[in-house]
């Protein structure tokens, strides 16, 4: 089973709209942790945000939040005031505090229409 | 603070021949991790490493591959007789090593790999 599914290949978005991006994840281990990371056309991997399992409450780090429901196993990325420098591939990725590496979805293409 | 670094940023080679990719992981981090993109693709683990240690090699390809993270200097992934199947982007990541603790990894700007 894949531990982490994105099922969104791609997303449009207007400029200052929010948008959430959708990920799912599969985990028997209590303890992990779901992170985000946008990659632009330049390549590299840039950390958004980070969610730890026993967080009470959902991570949020300026123009983007995770909307996180454990009961689902659901980790949705929320951008809000969607800019043009927005537009990027967005992966989800998760750590089980088990294990030594991280799982990445196929991730999402989001672009921003002016 | 400098943060992970890989070099080269961009290596073609022909079929057949070897590629070396170089990792620095960020300063005070002993844990160094490397993952393939493939075109299209998300990341996906290969192996695992601190120093002078094979921790986790379980998504390495069983032949031509290998990685190394000597005492001094930096990590190293070869990858010997490269065939066109082998192009793609190599990331490195590093981490502390805080028990208990769901470390982040930071990852380098990536090495992107094209087999002629």
């Known amino acids: 089973a894949q531990k982490i599914t994105q099922t969104q290949p791609g997303m449009f978005v207007q400029e200052k709209e929010a948008v959430t991006l959708d990920c799912t994840y599969d985990?028997?281990?209590?303890?992990?942790?779901l992170f985000w990371y946008k990659q632009p056309s330049s390549g590299e991997m840039i950390f958004l945000i980070y969610q730890g399992s026993y967080d009470q409450q959902n991570a949020t780090e300026g123009r983007y939040s995770l909307n996180f429901q454990k009961a689902r196993k659901s980790a949705n990325l929320v951008i809000s005031a969607s800019q043009l420098g927005d537009s990027a591939m967005y992966f989800c990725a998760m750590r089980e505090i088990t294990g030594n590496q991280f799982y990445f979805g196929t991730g999402t293409s989001l672009t921003v229409i002016p | 603070n400098a943060g992970v670094m890989q070099n080269p940023r961009h290596l073609v080679r022909r079929r057949g021949q070897e590629a070396r990719l170089r990792c620095s992981p960020m300063?005070?981090?002993?844990?160094v991790y490397w993952y393939r993109q493939l075109p299209e693709e998300g990341l996906k683990f290969m192996v695992y490493?601190?120093?002078?240690?094979?921790?986790?090699e379980s998504g390495m390809p069983k032949e031509r591959f290998s990685a190394e993270f000597p005492k001094e200097g930096p990590s190293i992934l070869r990858i010997q007789q490269v065939v066109r199947g082998d192009s793609a982007a190599y990331f490195c990541?590093?981490?502390?090593?805080?028990?208990?603790?769901?470390?982040?990894?930071?990852f380098g700007p990536g090495t992107r790999l094209t087999v002629l």
């Open positions: 300063k005070g981090h002993s844990h």
């Open positions: 990541a590093s981490s502390l090593n805080r028990l208990g603790i769901i470390n982040e990894q930071f």
């Open positions: 985990t028997s281990d209590p303890s992990y942790g």
């Open positions: 490493l601190q120093k002078e240690n094979i921790i986790d």
